[in-house]
């Protein structure tokens, strides 16, 4: 799939009840636990109540998970957090769960559209993003995206014996 068929054919919805199976096997993976700051499973009735409550009511919340869904499927998610009203921003993050839908540019599809949203809807002035240094993937990603690296958090995060850097990107819309 091309960048512009991703960008064409995928879109950001609301989390809805039918997602509750498929959030339940995607936060319970150790692989991915390490990016989503997960450190312990989840209950399937857990997930389940985050979905019956979930609000989007973004003011309110100062937060919202949006599902990634191309051609009719979910592929990921991508969260909105710490919205600033005041300052007029908010930070994102995203994953495409099933590695072996990465590389085909829904991600970076997920990433415009969130801006759009951003933007044109919220009338925000900046998205930011915090990906840790040996993440190259993510990297690419963002900067494909228009982020630009803006500060360097130093050994932010610990990844089993060793800390690591988080590095800080902001996209001014």
Not at 38 to 66: G, H
Not at 144 to 170: A, M, N, P, T, V
């Amino acid at each position: 799939m091309t960048l512009d068929t991703a960008l064409t054919t995928c879109r950001l919805r609301a989390i809805e009840p039918s997602d509750v199976d498929m959030l339940y096997i995607w936060e319970n993976d150790p692989a991915v636990w390490r990016v989503s700051g997960t450190t312990a499973p989840l209950s399937y009735q857990r997930i389940a109540q985050f979905v019956e409550e979930q609000s989007y009511d973004l003011y309110a919340t100062r937060q919202m998970r949006l599902i990634v869904e191309c051609d009719g499927r979910a592929v990921g998610t991508l969260d909105i957090v710490e919205f600033d009203p005041q300052h007029l921003r908010f930070g994102i993050g995203i994953l495409i769960y099933d590695t072996t839908e990465r590389g085909k540019g829904y991600a970076h599809a997920a990433i415009e559209a969130i801006k759009s949203y951003a933007r044109n809807t919220l009338g925000l002035k900046q998205i930011w993003a915090s990906i840790a240094e040996d993440n190259a993937p993510s990297i690419a990603l963002f900067e494909g995206c228009g982020f630009e690296l803006c500060g360097r958090r130093k050994s932010w995060l610990r990844h089993h014996d060793r800390y690591i850097d988080q590095l800080e990107y902001q996209c001014l819309l």
